[in-house]
């Protein structure tokens, strides 16, 4: 079993940044993570993936704006957003998949101002 827990959401004016956390019960070593978004009225989306050795993709909407990370001594995911727009206004996920099982935790919201 493991247990997720988002913070860092919040309230930012478009332009800005906010860097969102996952934190794990549990050891994350060899747990494959990765960060979702739901828009209201839209299907959970991924966001972007970080394998267990610190490999990373990215849906293309990100273009080069959010990195994720990893600190697996603090059982942590990190999802910094630089340069946010409106449109990536969700709640934000975060997700360990592990042994054929997906976990989430409870989400974040994330609004961005025009």
Do not use: H
């Amino acid at each position: 079993q493991v247990q997720l827990v988002e913070s860092g959401g919040g309230l930012v004016q478009a332009g800005g940044s906010l860097r969102l956390s996952c934190a794990a019960s549990g050891s994350i070593f060899k747990i494959f993570m990765g960060w979702y978004r739901q828009a209201p009225g839209q299907q959970r989306e991924l966001v972007g993936r970080i394998t267990s050795a610190g490999s990373t993709n990215y849906a293309d909407f990100v273009e080069g704006r959010f990195t994720i990370s990893r600190d697996n001594a603090k059982n942590t995911v990190y999802l910094q957003m630089n340069s946010l727009k409106p449109e990536d206004t969700a709640v934000y996920y975060c997700n360990a998949y592990s042994f054929g099982v997906n976990y989430w935790g409870q989400g974040t919201q994330v609004t961005v101002s025009s």
